[in-house]
C-alpha cells in the first residue's frame, strides 16, 4: 500500500506559479502510474494530470494543459505538478494517488490529506 502527503499549497495571485509535491511511502511507487485530481468548493473530485511509472508519457485535463506539467522522480519517491499561469478557478484541494486505465485516470489506493491551492484575481 502507498501512503501519500501532498505539500507545496498556498496563496497566490492569478497569473502566478505553485509546484506541489507529493511523497510517497513504499517500495512499489515506481510500478504505478501517478495522478493529480483537484476538488473545488462545492464540486466533486475532478482529474488533473497523471505520469506513467517510467515518466514516458503523461495527460492533462483539457482546463490545465499548456499550464500545468506533472513529473516524477522515482529515486525520491516523489511525483510534482508545476502550476503556471494560474487561475481563480484552479482554487481546490490537490490530491495526488495511483493511478489506472489507457488515460491513467482512474484513482486507485487511498487517498492523502491533500494540498490547498488558494488563487486570489
Known amino acids: 500500500q502507498v501512503q501519500l502527503v501532498e505539500s507545496g499549497g498556498g496563496l497566490v495571485q492569478a497569473g502566478g506559479s505553485l509546484r506541489l509535491s507529493c511523497a510517497a511511502s513504499g517500495r512499489t511507487f515506481s510500478s504505478y502510474s501517478m495522478g493529480w485530481f483537484r476538488r473545488a468548493p462545492g464540486k466533486e473530485r475532478d482529474f488533473v494530470a497523471a505520469i506513467s511509472w517510467n515518466g514516458g508519457d503523461t495527460y492533462y485535463a483539457d482546463s490545465v494543459k499548456g499550464r500545468f506539467t506533472i513529473s516524477r522522480d522515482n529515486a525520491k519517491n516523489t511525483v510534482y505538478l508545476q502550476m503556471n499561469s494560474l487561475k481563480p478557478e484552479d482554487t481546490a484541494v490537490y490530491f495526488c494517488?495511483?493511478?489506472?486505465?489507457?488515460?491513467?485516470?482512474?484513482?486507485?489506493?487511498?487517498w492523502g490529506p491533500g494540498a490547498q491551492v488558494t488563487v486570489s484575481s
Open positions: 494517488v495511483p493511478t489506472l486505465g489507457p488515460t491513467m485516470s482512474l484513482p486507485i489506493g487511498s
